[in-house]
């Protein structure tokens, strides 16, 4: 089933934070974090596992709470080049045998 | 290093045709995931290849086949193809499959007329 995102955008001016949220009402094994600009392929940001490990870029910062099967990523002094949409991927419990299924982005736009 | 290619980048087929597309990951990964993106229903998991075996696939009909070679390069079939096919297809590697950083190609821009 595919996770939830919220906001589905936002405008931020330069400087500004954002959160961005990911729902699913099924038990989640992983979340993986993906950010594409207009025309470009995704590009990595972040992966969060069950059980606490993370690996991802150093500058991006995110959670997930595994009882609400919920993550969160969290933008800081906004840049420009933040701008684009996100993705939010989410592997079910049971991890590893099945694909990731997406949500439907937010986009997210920073204005100077 | 290079990154992820996919070929060709643009393709125009009409209804009832096949297609081939290809991805060559980034050298020494062996993992290749490919999905179908589309403004409607966004980005969709079609099918997972590691070591010239699938290892899931997504909720898509079977006219939609792919396979890995021993070289670790990809390639999707999508026969009869119908005008809901249109889509962009991105191609992704990981060094290992599973949960790991995939690194996305171009894509391939599929019109059917």
């Known amino acids: 089933q595919q996770p939830v995102q919220s906001p589905q955008a936002v405008i931020l001016r330069e400087g500004e934070d954002a959160v961005i949220n990911c729902s699913s009402s099924?038990?989640?094994?992983?979340v993986h974090w993906y950010r594409q600009k207009h025309g470009e392929a995704p590009v990595f940001l972040m992966i969060l596992l069950k059980g606490g490990e993370q690996k991802g870029h150093e500058k991006i910062s995110a959670s997930f709470n595994e009882k609400k099967q919920q993550s969160s990523l969290y933008l800081t002094a906004s840049q420009l080049s933040y701008s684009g949409t996100y993705f939010c991927?989410?592997?079910?419990?049971?991890?590893?045998?099945?694909?990731?299924?997406f949500g439907k982005g937010t986009h997210l736009i920073i204005q100077p | 290093k290079a990154g992820v290619t996919q070929t060709p980048r643009y393709l125009i087929k009409t209804r009832g045709q096949q297609v081939t597309l290809s991805c060559s990951p980034i050298?020494?990964?062996?993992?290749v995931s490919w999905y179908q993106q589309t403004p409607g229903q966004g980005l969709q998991f079609l099918f997972e290849?590691?070591?010239?075996?699938?290892?899931n696939k997504g909720n898509f009909p079977g006219r939609f086949s792919g396979r890995q070679f021993s070289n670790s390069r990809s390639e999707m079939n999508v026969s009869t193809l119908e005008l809901g096919d249109s889509a962009l297809y991105l191609c992704?590697?990981?060094?290992?499959?599973?949960?790991?950083?995939?690194?996305f190609g171009p894509g391939t821009r599929l019109t059917v007329l």
């Open positions: 992704a590697s990981s060094l290992v499959a599973g949960d790991d950083e995939q690194f």
């Open positions: 290849y590691f070591s010239e075996t699938q290892r």
């Open positions: 099924k038990a989640l094994y992983s």
């Open positions: 991927g989410t592997k079910d419990s049971g991890g590893g045998a099945d694909g990731l299924t």
């Open positions: 050298s020494g990964h062996r993992s």
